[in-house]
């Protein structure tokens, strides 16, 4: 099977994600006693109390995990979630840091950040580390809970853990990871709001949609809707732009349109013609 420029790049970046992830873990986690819950948390304990090396933790839970979820769902274990597994447990092992901080609410801050974004680039390139969310899976199958509730609960189980093995303090610093390195994957995953979408409910649609068209160069769709109350036809436009046209797009709706009404939200990625390429591949 031919390889293709695309796929290289992904496990490339598969490799790049997981040692960002190991950097996290090593460099604020492991040496200030936090982690974001999962595997990696499991191993942070595991390592105080008995002196057992994370790498070896992650090893020796996650693989099983991947054997578990091929034997309940077949196919759905893919190479790249091996890929990256085997890499997170390889990095972890090799890149000893001197700890950065033992502040530890700067160990949580970056350590959060280092650990969303290198996630972020696995999960990116249609990868996984494997972890917590087989078991999630498997318990949402066996109990009445959502695969999310059901990752929730492990990693309140992990952070309590942290409570009980070193003190309160530390399972409160965690969460702070914990949605430090949530809100990092999402980061990565969909990118800044760069974006703005325009909903635009006008009685000159032709006239909005044309000088959208024609002065800021951007695609206008237009939608047909009725007001609730007075039952009359209300034309809509929909059109997505950058950041920097918003003031332009709203004066120029208004020079048309004195009485439209505008709604303007926040849009994390927009993927086609005039933004991002579709991840086609090659």
């Known amino acids: 099977m031919r390889i293709t420029r695309k796929q290289v790049v992904e496990y490339l970046q598969i490799a790049l994600g997981t040692a960002i992830t190991a950097t996290g873990i090593n460099g604020f986690y492991s040496p200030n006693h936090i982690a974001d819950g999962g595997v990696s948390g499991i191993g942070i ?3 105080f109390l008995f002196h057992i090396p994370i790498w070896v933790t992650l ?6 995990l ?6 309940l769902w077949g196919g759905r274990v893919g190479v790249r979630t091996v890929v990256g ?7 972890v092992g090799i890149l000893h840091w001197h700890p950065l901080t033992h502040n530890i609410l700067l160990a949580a801050i970056y350590g959060g950040v280092l ?14 580390t494997g972890g917590t969310d087989v078991v999630a899976r498997f318990a949402s199958h066996i109990l009445p809970v959502s695969m999310g509730q059901a990752m929730m609960a492990i990693d309140f189980f992990v952070i309590a853990g942290f409570g009980v093995t070193f003190d309160p303090t530390k399972a ?18 969909e990118g800044t709001a760069f974006a703005r979408a325009f909903t635009i409910v006008t009685q000159q649609p032709d006239a909005v949609a044309e000088r959208i068209m024609e ?24 059109v997505v732009v950058l950041r920097s046209e918003v003031t332009r797009v709203k004066a120029l709706i208004y020079e048309v349109d004195p009485e439209a009404f505008v709604v303007v939200a926040s849009v994390h ?3 086609g013609e005039g933004f991002r390429k579709p991840p086609v591949e090659e």
């Open 45 to 47: 304990i595991l390592q």
């Open 59 to 64: 090893a020796v839970v996650n693989l099983p």
């Open 66 to 71: 991947l054997w578990l979820s091929h034997r």
């Open 85 to 91: 597994t085997l890499l997170l447990s390889v990095w």
């Open 115 to 128: 650990s969303g974004v290198g996630l972020g680039l696995v999960f990116r390139a249609r990868g996984t």
């Open 172 to 189: 409160m610093y965690s969460l702070i990871a914990l949605f430090i390195s949530a809100k990092a994957i999402d980061l990565v995953q």
């Open 215 to 238: 002065e800021i160069g951007r695609g206008v769709t237009r939608m047909g809707g009725h007001g609730a109350y007075t039952g009359e036809a209300r034309p809509m436009l929909y």
């Open 269 to 271: 990625e927009v993927v």
